[in-house]
């Protein structure tokens, strides 16, 4: 399955990652998602994406950093299922 880093999405602008054909992670971090201005962007932008049928999963800091285990569990049962490989709305 590819990964790709820093993938720019027309309409959206730069994802942290996106995996196979539909799903994409975001990773926040407070320093730069706890404005409240970002926090509405990054709202909006979760939903131009989920219009066009990308899945968008936002991991912080703390669940990466913190918690890599059993946020890597969840993450591998989410891959598990193929979500990744839906084809995207149009």
Do not use: N
Not at 25 to 53: G, K, M, V
């Amino acid at each position: 399955m590819p990964v790709s880093p820093q993938v720019s999405i027309p309409g959206v602008g730069r994802v942290d990652l996106k995996l196979g054909t539909s799903w994409i992670i975001e990773c926040d971090s407070a320093s730069f998602h706890d404005d409240p201005a970002q926090y509405h962007r990054d709202r909006a932008r979760d939903l131009r994406l989920q219009a066009r049928r990308y899945m968008v999963t936002r991991l912080t800091w703390e669940q990466v950093f913190l918690d890599w285990e059993a946020t890597s569990t969840q993450l591998l049962t989410i891959l598990r299922r193929r979500d990744h490989r839906r084809p995207l709305a149009g």
